[in-house]
């Protein structure tokens, strides 16, 4: 075995608003031992993901917290080092939830071997894995695109955003994305194929997100909520479709903003304009995945869909990056690669 | 002819939060001639709305305001007193949009004739009219009721909600009714067969529903708003659904409540419990006409539907029984007799 200890990075403490340095801690222990039927795995990839900071809260929610001391969840691409399973070998690349550690062990469950002669393997963390499945599903299924239409998504360079962006441009929409700062929508625009990409930091925003939709907006892909939600929604036209999938923005919230009270505003809007508001997890789609893997697959193969990855090194470097992640510093995918 | 004169009542002003009396004029004028293709009638029923209040402002919304000195506008039952149309004869009683008038010109669009051996004519307005459907259209196009799930509806006792909560028993659900006062609850249980029946008045209120609702909420058929919504938000179960109706609570509003703003807390509950909120009125569902109309016409006939109507006698009635809509004062279907 080529190490004989593992580093992991608990939960110190349940964050007050923006998590923290020290509500994480590095600790070094033993190496796991695969029991009877298991695996040990060492992780290659580790996949940070905004719904992270929903485990760190014990706050009701559709999954349970981390406990504070457990090793923070994550997605993870990693090599089987040691096998008592007959499904799995050494040298063998898996898909699972490794967690933010080094080495884990796994009794199979959940486990997905990957071809590393099809894709890059840490594309399973990102375009041909949840965040692209979150796009796929929540857009096609809530999102209803139509040819024509004008499709609006925030956050658009990350993984979820971009690919929304881009499927709905093969569904013949016109997408919108917004993103921070100039690069990233240079990068919209050139890189994705967006038809206008709008930066959130501009102080007339909601008017320049205003002029990019001639036409209104049809579908809005909500994944960060707060300003980018306000400038939204006087843009709603009659029938439009709103996938709910994150509201980032207010992940840190300690308390609910000032005053007024605008959910009248927001359900009369809702009534009149025959809005559709409907909240999605990737995994109430489950039985989409096939079909996902299929197509999703074939796009990226062709260079229909194109992806980006923000990659940062080693696992000490997950916190920092995971705080980044919550600011919109990264660009792309944000995977640490660990090993 | 019978009359050489018509009574009618127009907006007299744009209402500042609840109507007044004065923002109402009754005005006698000639008896309108019917010319080539048109039909005179003679309004027997005049049917009062929630909707009415949105037509009295000029915000924007799916239909244009009525005109400061222009008839209030609103579904009628009538007779035909002369034509000069080839579909329609005197004597014919007809559903048609006539306004709060006496009388009323139609080229023949939009009107449709009734059958008096069917069900008593009125009914065209009710049960088996928009309110009806309204209800039928939005349980089950955006309800979609499933045995053993829990329904709320509020304005229980009135057209839409009892025909929601009545249908829903007829789809398996246990069907829990809002109304205001003791005497309506007792109605809901009584004569509506609802399983539960809670008083909006009650000061004890979301304690009360809470207990009426074990299982939590699977379907809250919107109609409210305001108190009502805040008592049912926290029952939610995963992908319950919410056809959005009306706000009935917060037409009169001339600005939001006070803070906070509770947006994110709506939006964080979409998206954690995969909530799903959708606005309709009931000609979007225009194409389900004919399966309403046999449908429920069926139910109304074997007594598995049943209604209630409230009627006030003569045209200049209608202002007063109007506001008193506005705030719950009817018992049933609100119908004014005018002829």
């Not at 007050?16 to 190496?31: M, Q, S, V």
């Not at 760190?56 to 994550?74: L, Q, T």
């Not at 041909?128 to 499945?133: A, C, D, K, Q, T």
């Not at 939709?213 to 306000?230: A, K, L, S, T």
Request: charged content about 25%; overall charge negative; hydrophobic content about 40%.
């Amino acid at each position: 075995m080529p190490d004989a200890q593992n580093r992991r990075i608990v939960l110190a403490s349940r964050p007050e608003g923006e998590p923290k340095p020290d509500d994480f801690r590095l600790e070094t222990g033993a190496l796991p031992e695969p029991g009877a039927g298991e695996v040990l795995i060492r992780t290659r990839w580790l996949s940070l993901d905004p719904y992270m900071r929903g485990r760190m809260s014990d706050a009701k929610s559709y999954a349970k917290p981390v406990e504070v001391g457990a090793v923070m969840e994550g997605g993870t691409v990693g090599e089987v080092v040691a096998s008592n399973n007959e499904r799995f070998h050494e040298g063998d690349i898996v898909l699972g939830q490794g967690g933010w550690q080094e080495h884990s062990v796994s009794d199979g469950k959940g486990l997905r071997k990957l071809d590393p002669g099809t894709a890059p393997v840490q594309t399973a963390l990102g375009v041909l894995g949840m965040p692209g499945m979150t796009a796929y599903t929540g857009l096609l299924n809530i999102g209803q695109p139509k040819a024509g239409e004008t499709l609006v998504v925030a956050a658009a360079t990350g993984p979820v955003g971009s690919a929304v962006g881009q499927i709905a441009k093969l569904k013949g929409c016109r997408s919108v994305g917004i993103a921070g700062g100039p690069e990233k929508c240079r990068m919209l625009v050139d890189e994705f194929g967006f038809d206008a990409a709008v930066d959130h930091r501009a102080p007339d925003f909601a008017e320049r997100l205003a002029n990019a939709c001639p036409n209104g907006i049809d579908i809005y892909f909500e994944n960060v909520g707060g300003r980018v939600w306000d400038a939204v929604f006087p843009l709603f036209n009659d029938f439009a479709r709103v996938p709910v999938c994150g509201i980032v923005s207010h992940y840190n919230d300690t308390e609910l903003p000032s005053g007024p009270d605008r959910t009248p505003q927001l359900m009369g809007a809702v009534l009149r304009k025959r809005l559709t508001l409907r909240g999605f997890i990737v995994w109430d789609f489950a039985s989409q995945q096939a079909d996902f893997a299929r197509e999703m697959g074939d796009w990226v193969r062709d260079g229909r869909i194109k992806y980006r990855e923000d990659v940062v090194d080693g696992l000490e470097a997950a916190p920092e990056a995971f705080r980044g992640l919550l600011k919109g510093r990264n660009t792309g995918k944000l995977l640490v690669k660990v090993a």
